[in-house]
């Protein structure tokens, strides 16, 4: 199986780590200091967990900044990008969420694309109406800055919204 994880921040970075276990995972951003760092086997923030599992565990990471590598011929893609939310005029800034699911719609048009992202209410069902594209999912994030990947590791829950009338969907969760 192939993944691609946009976005290496604390979010992205420790869904690639926990998932390069057992799949080929290509962590994708668009600053080279993180992939130069992610590549040398060095997390670019602390996180205990994620420093160790890059240095000591046989991970299956391909750390890039070319997108179109990582989104042809994937299976899922992880969407972790910022959505900077604007106090003032009560909007979360979703344009990173899209410009990247643009681009994995365009070059990995099967892929499920999974979006860890925080998403206003019924984001998610917008997407499908507008992009006609059903096989975008959303799963909230629930991880603490500096420990991603053992919460990820450990889980309290695990929430993944979409449509659970659609067989084919309902497949893809498992």
């Known amino acids: 199986m192939k993944i691609a994880v946009?976005?290496?921040?604390?979010?992205?970075?420790?869904?690639?780590?926990?998932?390069?276990?057992k799949e080929t995972v290509y962590a994708v951003d668009v600053a080279a200091k993180k992939i130069d760092l992610i590549r040398e086997k060095r997390a670019p923030f602390e996180d205990?967990?994620?420093?160790?599992?890059?240095?000591?565990k046989p991970l299956r990471l391909v750390a890039t900044m070319d997108?179109?590598?990582?989104?042809?011929?994937?299976?899922?893609?992880?969407?972790a990008v910022p959505t900077d939310f604007d106090s003032e005029k009560n909007y979360f800034d979703t344009?990173?969420?899209?410009?990247?699911?643009?681009?994995?719609?365009?070059?990995?048009?099967d892929a499920v694309i999974v979006i860890k992202s925080t998403l206003p209410l019924g984001y998610t069902r917008e997407?499908?109406?507008?992009?006609?594209?059903?096989?975008?999912?959303?799963?909230?994030?629930f991880?603490?800055?500096?420990?991603?990947?053992?919460?990820?590791?450990?889980?309290?829950?695990?929430?993944?919204?979409?449509?659970?009338?659609?067989?084919?969907?309902?497949?893809?969760?498992?």
């Open 127 to 141: 997407l499908w109406k507008r992009t006609g594209n059903r096989k975008i999912m959303f799963s909230p994030e």
């Open 95 to 109: 344009s990173e969420v899209e410009a990247v699911l643009e681009q994995a719609m365009r070059y990995a048009p």
């Open 6 to 21: 946009i976005g290496m921040g604390y979010v992205g970075l420790s869904i690639a780590t926990l998932l390069s276990q």
């Open 48 to 56: 205990p967990e994620i420093q160790k599992y890059l240095k000591e």
């Open 143 to 174: 991880l603490r800055e500096g420990r991603a990947l053992l919460d990820n590791l450990y889980p309290s829950r695990i929430i993944v919204g979409t449509d659970m009338a659609d067989d084919d969907l309902r497949i893809n969760l498992w």
């Open 67 to 79: 997108e179109k590598e990582a989104y042809i011929g994937a299976d899922y893609v992880v969407i």
